[in-house]
């Protein structure tokens, strides 16, 4: 059974740092392509940046280039997003995400393991 287990999100003031965790169990990280999406109140899910480590390609949305950096440590089998200059508009639920075809897909949908997300909230 494959679990996905988010951690570090809390509340931090605008031009903060956070650095979230994607904790799996059930299936090894480096043979999937890892995504962080992200659900603000009245929002659509959006995919922010995902790696895919057997190929070493990541990509990110525009909205956090510059900002935001996903890694893999494989022996922990853990994704992390850090995340930095963090804005009010960066507040929502962020969710990891897996795909076995090794392809970052922008779609949802396309995803088959989601863990339970972490709220991030940018306030002063």
């Known amino acids: 059974q494959v679990q996905l287990v988010e951690s570090g999100g809390g509340l931090v003031q605008p031009g903060g740092s956070l650095r979230l965790s994607c904790a799996a169990s059930?299936?090894?990280?480096?043979?999937?392509?890892v995504a962080w999406f992200r659900q603000a109140p009245g929002k659509e899910r959006e995919r922010v940046p995902c790696?895919?480590?057997?190929?070493?390609?990541?990509d990110y949305t525009d909205s956090v280039k510059g900002r935001f950096t996903i890694s893999i440590d494989n022996a922990k089998n853990t994704v992390y997003l850090r995340m930095n200059s963090l804005k009010p508009e960066d507040t929502a639920v962020y969710f990891c995400a897996i795909n076995s075809r090794r392809l970052c897909y922008s779609s949802a949908g396309l995803y088959e393991y989601w863990g339970q997300g972490t709220r991030v909230t940018v306030s002063s």
């Open positions: 059930g299936a090894t990280l480096n043979y999937y392509t």
């Open positions: 790696i895919t480590s057997i190929t070493g390609s990541t």
